[in-house]
Each structure stands twice: as structure tokens, then as C-alpha cells.
């Protein structure tokens, strides 16, 4: 049995140890067809940009509609999520594969259908990675990310050689159609799972609403706006390798499909090494530390590729590119899991997501346009520049370090008796707290609603403003505005343990007799005596 500190704790666990499995299945079915579609490409178009394209297209949709996926996976049953998109997939798999077949094929075409498999992906990502959490203990989550990012990558090591293979002997219709059948597995075990679902004690977020809350989350969080910039810059200056790497395997070391498909499995290969140094490079470095090294690998490596004539040496480059890529993005994931609680981790993740796929697409073209014009050398010299640059974007925007914050729900809020009859809709609510603050503590008292601030904004909240009664000037009155009764309850859930520490000093501050009182008020308009009886009968609809 592992120790808990042991990179292989979350295999302890049943269930994630089957669809680890079966997922990876599927990977290795998806990147034989990876190497299909990117060489199938290569053949039917002289366009080093439409190469490229390859990647991108199945990239964009992942920035384009991860954070619509986020917001369904936070407010619907996350296992039918998954296998609605896994069927999705399978039928665009059989669809590419049967059109391949037939000869019927063409570069757009080509495009469309990896377009939608990325979209499947998209679908599929969020309520996947959010699952993880919901799988293994919050001990465990780094190592899971880490064993989730070897799962790929381990098949990347062999799996593009393989496909590489089965292209060069039987064609690209043969590679779509292995992707076909590695869906299989993991339907079935998707369809036997049977996670436990809490109870849900407040009706579901309205889909607009779910993903301006993701959307508000993550604005005022500040260390999250770090990793998803720093990921958007990976992304983008990474890119250029997987992208270019068809051109890199026919024109610089000038081999075919299955030189292709053994650069891939390099890459894959050290992206194993670096998923299992993972835990002992966060015990020795800082997360920044790590990032950097990252963006710097991927540089030597983009460097060296462009320069270099010779398969193994390429290679071995691709090995500090693999093991690069899986260090800087399994931080990046695990960084936001643990700084998010539960009611909103899938948006947060789709966000990421977004930021760094959307790096990845807008690099995948302008690094293709780039080789189109200038050829693959320079534009993967270009690639190189702009990694150092991230790597110094650190010097302004440096990661936070992993800490395992408490942001499980607080639980302290009881919903008030009210002798009013109001409905979950009614509203809008304005809240106002009335605090005693002495004039020493002033100064500590406004540094505590600066947080206050950002944390009633950050779970919903509207309007918010501090104002001081003139007349009593100790004291001081919080006040913010939600938009319905059930937004109010809603708002006071998502408080967790790791804010608790901020109304503590509030209260510490507050000098009355009796605690901080609290005014729940429902705003309402006047209106003229003979629209009284409209009004009420509105009222009763709602």
C-alpha cells in the first residue's frame, strides 16, 4: 500500500482508479488519431498553416465554450455530463472514420470534425477534472492531477508511434477508426459508476447567472488571475513544438509518419519523468521556481529542434519539453483546485482552460503563419524568445505557492424566520451590517473591509458600499445588495472556513455590547393606490 505521500495515493481509491484507466484507453485512442489527422494533412495540403491548424481546431473550442461546460458541471449531474460528451465523440469519431474511408475527405472537412471532437472535449473536461476532487481526498488532489497528466502522457509515449505506424501501413482510416473503438471503455465504466450526489438544498443557478458567478469568482481572486495569465503565456509560446512538429519530423530531420509518431512519443515520454518528479520538485522549490524552469525547458528545447538535423537529437530535446510541459500545467491545475471550493471548481478550471487553450490555438496559428511565410526555424527560434519572456513575466505576475487553503463551506449561516411570506424570488434584498468601531481602529477596521469587500463581491453580492453615520461616528454601516431571497442564502453558503478568519477580526474590532446587527430589508417601489391590487396579484405570481 502506498504512503500517503506517495504519488500513487489516489490509486487507493476504486473509482479513480478505473476511469484513470479507461481514460487512458481513450487517450491512446486519441492520439492515434492525432497523428492520422495531422499527417493526413501533411498529405492532402501543402499549407504548413493548415498543419497547424490541425491542432488549433481542436484547441479553440476548449477557449471557446469550456466556461459554458464549467457552469453546466457545477449544476448538473457530472456523470451524464461526461457521457453525453463521450457519445458525442464517438459519433463524430465514426463519422470522420467512415468519410476517410470512403475518399471524401478534404482539409476543411478534416477541420470540421477535429473542431468537433474538440468541442466534445470541452464538454467533457471540466466535469472530469472537477470529479477528481469529488474522488480523492484533498491530501491526495496534486498527486491525482499529476497521475491524470502521466495517464496522457503515457500514451503519448507510445501512442503516436503506434499511430505513426498504423498510418504508414494501413492509412489514416485506420487510425480513425482504433480512436472509435478506444471510446468503449470508458462509457462502460462511466455507465456503472454510481458517485454519491448531496442533496441539493437550493434550486439550480439560472445558466446566464451560473456563469457570471464563475466569471465574478474568479475576477476576484486574485491569485487565480495569476495562473491563468501565466497558463494563456505557456500556452501561446509552447505551443509552436506540437504544432510545428509534423514539419519538424518531414522537413528538418526529414523522416515520415513514423518518425513523427516517435518525436511525439518523446515527448510524451518525458512528460512521464516530469509527472513523477512533480511532488519532489514542489517539496524543493517554489511554485514560481518551478514555472520558470518550465517555460525555460520548453525554450532549450524549441531552440535546439529548430537547429538540429538529427532525429535523436531532436528527441532528446522533445524529453525536457514533455517533462516542461506536464511540470508547469499539472501546477497551474492543482494551484486553482485547491484555491476554489466546490460549488464553483468546474468553472474555475473551464476558465483555466480557457486562458491556456486559448493560448495554445492563437499559437498554433500565428506560429503555422509564421513557418508558412518564414519556414518552421524561425518560427520555432520565435517561440523560443517569447518563452523566455514568460518565464520573466514572472518577475510581475508570480504564482502563488500551493497551499491547501480550507474553502469547504463555512456552514455557520441559518436562513431567519421571517414573519413576511417571501418567496425565492423576491427581492432585491439589502443587506446592512451596523458596526461600533473605536478611533484607534479605524485604520485596522477599513484594511478588513477592503477583504470584506472583495469577498461579498466574489460570492455574489452587488452594490456594495461602507458608509459612517455623521452624527455617530463609531458607527459604521456594511452595505450590499442581492437580487433575490434565494441569491441572499445562496451568497452566506459559499462561505468556507478559509474566510472565516476575516469576519473573526471584524468582529474582534467591533466594540458594541451586543454583536454587529444585521438588517435584512426588501426593496420595493411605491406605487399609486388603483395599481395596488396589479401589484399584488404580481407579487403572488412570483
Not at 421 to 446: H, M, N, Q, T, W
Request: charged residues 15%.
Amino acid at each position: 500500500m502506498p504512503d500517503r505521500t506517495s504519488p500513487l495515493a489516489p490509486f487507493r481509491n476504486e473509482t479513480f482508479r478505473l476511469i484513470w484507466a479507461a481514460s487512458l484507453v481513450s487517450n491512446f485512442g486519441g492520439l492515434i488519431q492525432a497523428v492520422g489527422a495531422a499527417w493526413m494533412m501533411a498529405s492532402i495540403s501543402s499549407s504548413a498553416n493548415m498543419v497547424a491548424l490541425v491542432q488549433a481546431s481542436t484547441s479553440l473550442p476548449i477557449m471557446l465554450f469550456s466556461v459554458a461546460a464549467g457552469a453546466l458541471a457545477d449544476n448538473f449531474d457530472r456523470r451524464k455530463l461526461m457521457l453525453t460528451a463521450q457519445c458525442f465523440m464517438l459519433t463524430v469519431a465514426i463519422a470522420l472514420t467512415l468519410c476517410t474511408w470512403y475518399g471524401v475527405i478534404t482539409p476543411w472537412l478534416l477541420l470540421t470534425f477535429t473542431f468537433l471532437l474538440g468541442c466534445g472535449t470541452a464538454l467533457n473536461n471540466p466535469a472530469w477534472q472537477a470529479s477528481v476532487g469529488d474522488m480523492v481526498p484533498r491530501e491526495d488532489l496534486p498527486a491525482a492531477v499529476s497521475l491524470n497528466s502521466m495517464g496522457f502522457n503515457l500514451t503519448r509515449s507510445v501512442g503516436p508511434a503506434i499511430g505513426g505506424a498504423i498510418v504508414a501501413a494501413a492509412g489514416a482510416a485506420a487510425a480513425f477508426a482504433a480512436n472509435v473503438l478506444s471510446y468503449f471503455a470508458l462509457l462502460f465504466v462511466l455507465f456503472r459508476w454510481k458517485p454519491a450526489i448531496p442533496p441539493r438544498t437550493l434550486p439550480r443557478e439560472d445558466f446566464i447567472r451560473a456563469i457570471s458567478a464563475g466569471l465574478r469568482y474568479v475576477s476576484m481572486s486574485p491569485n487565480i488571475g495569476k495562473v491563468l495569465l501565466r497558463g494563456f503565456a505557456f500556452g501561446l509560446a509552447t505551443s509552436s513544438i506540437l504544432s510545428l512538429l509534423p514539419l519538424i519530423a518531414r522537413d528538418l530531420v526529414s523522416g515520415g509518419p513514423l518518425t513523427y509518431g516517435v518525436l511525439l512519443g518523446c515527448f510524451g515520454l518525458g512528460a512521464i519523468g516530469g509527472a513523477l518528479m512533480n511532488a519532489r520538485l514542489r517539496e524543493r522549490f517554489t511554485s514560481e521556481t518551478i514555472a520558470r524552469l518550465a517555460f525555460t525547458g520548453f525554450a532549450v528545447s524549441a531552440s535546439v529542434s529548430a537547429i538540429s538535423t538529427s532525429a535523436f537529437l531532436t528527441g532528446a530535446v522533445l524529453l525536457i519539453a514533455g517533462g516542461s510541459w506536464v511540470m508547469a500545467l499539472s501546477l497551474f491545475n492543482t494551484t486553482v483546485q485547491l484555491s476554489t471550493p466546490r460549488w464553483v471548481v468546474a468553472r474555475a478550471l473551464s476558465l483555466y482552460q480557457t486562458t491556456t487553450f486559448g493560448g495554445i490555438a492563437a499559437g498554433s496559428w500565428i506560429w503555422g503563419t509564421t513557418a508558412d511565410t518564414h519556414g518552421a526555424q524561425t518560427a520555432l527560434l520565435a517561440s523560443a524568445v517569447v518563452m523566455i519572456a514568460g518565464a520573466a513575466l514572472g518577475l510581475r505576475f508570480a504564482l502563488p505557492e500551493l497551499q491547501s487553503l480550507n474553502v469547504d463551506p463555512l456552514n455557520r449561516f441559518s436562513e431567519p424566520d421571517l414573519p413576511l411570506d417571501l418567496k425565492p424570488r423576491s427581492g432585491p434584498i439589502v443587506i446592512l451590517i451596523d458596526y461600533e468601531i473605536a478611533e484607534g481602529d479605524i485604520p485596522d477596521f477599513l484594511e478588513a473591509m477592503t477583504e470584506r469587500r472583495r469577498i461579498r463581491i466574489r460570492d455574489g453580492a452587488g452594490q456594495w458600499a461602507l458608509m459612517r453615520d455623521l452624527e455617530n461616528p463609531t458607527v459604521w454601516t456594511e452595505t450590499y445588495h442581492v437580487p433575490t431571497w434565494v441569491e441572499y442564502v445562496r451568497h452566506n453558503q459559499r462561505r468556507t472556513h478559509a474566510d472565516a478568519a476575516n469576519g473573526e477580526k471584524l468582529n474582534q474590532l467591533h466594540s458594541g455590547a451586543e454583536p454587529p446587527r444585521v438588517h435584512r430589508m426588501i426593496e420595493r417601489q411605491t406605487i399609486i393606490p388603483h395599481e395596488y391590487e396589479r401589484f399584488k396579484q404580481q407579487v403572488e405570481i412570483h
